[in-house]
């Protein structure tokens, strides 16, 4: 991590009060169902953002969602969170994202399909994981943010737009004009707002699964495949899903339930 963006990361606001309450609920082993929904309701602004969300045709939900305890019952509080979280962080940045030839709309977009797969793929057979993945899956692009305004710094706009356009990927444009990847810019942030390790994590280890903990390692790999699978302009291709298919069949993973968690997203 180069010094300028530990410098960005550390002089990041703090979490606005709604945040940390969500956060206490969630992590209250004696909380329940609707102690997370009287904070949500609370404020109104994040109520319709969750509802917003919630009522995406991403999750192939055939009625409408039309309450907070609703989308909680629906999704379960780990998810609900996720939709929480991700409202509030992005609001916490000023989203340019020019140096990766994307809109704001197009990063909105990769972050909700990564999000719509995976929880597709766990809510029924593993919900329990969504406590971690849910707020992963949405926030583990939120590095790029960061990024993007190092390299506009560093005025390598130019040299990192040629190496997107060449065969290099996005990582490693990443690692070669900014010295760090966005997993890991990502996962200093959330860090740095002291969210639970499990999260922080999940997040840092999604490219290398194998390095991370027992307990994380299924959750890391579940995020890398849904991250291999969107591409960076939030599409999804017939190239992009079979190396998808690959990191299945590499970690053992159930195929059937990708395929179906999958499509909603295309």
Known sequence: MTEDLLKKIKQLPP??????????????PDSSFNDMVKILEKDP??????????????????????SISQAVGLFGMGTVRGFALASIVKKSF??????????????????KKQHAIVTAWCLKSNPKLLGVLSPAAFLVEI???????????????????????????????EKELAGVDTPEVSASIFEHWK?????????????????????????????QVARAVVLIN?????????????LVIKYGLDMESFEKALQNAL
């Open 143 to 173: 590095g790029k943010v960061l990024i993007a305004q190092q390299i506009i710094a560093d005025n390598t706009q130019e040299k990192f737009k040629e190496l997107l356009g060449s065969a290099m990927d996005a990582q490693k444009a």
């Open 45 to 66: 602004l994040l109520t319709a953002d969750i509802l917003k969300a919630a009522n995406s045709p991403l999750y192939g939900f055939s009625r409408e969602i039309n």
């Open 195 to 223: 969210f639970e390790q499990g999260l922080v994590d999940t997040i840092r280890y999604c490219n290398n699964p194998q390095n991370a903990q027992d307990e994380i390692q299924l959750c890391a790999k579940i995020l």
């Open 94 to 111: 000023a989203l340019d994202l020019s140096p990766y030839g994307i809109n704001a709309d197009a990063f909105s977009t990769l972050s």
């Open 15 to 28: 979490l606005p009060e709604s945040a940390m309450q969500i956060e206490a609920v969630y992590q209250d």
């Open 234 to 246: 939030g599409t999804i291709s017939q190239e992009s899903i079979a190396t998808a298919k690959e």
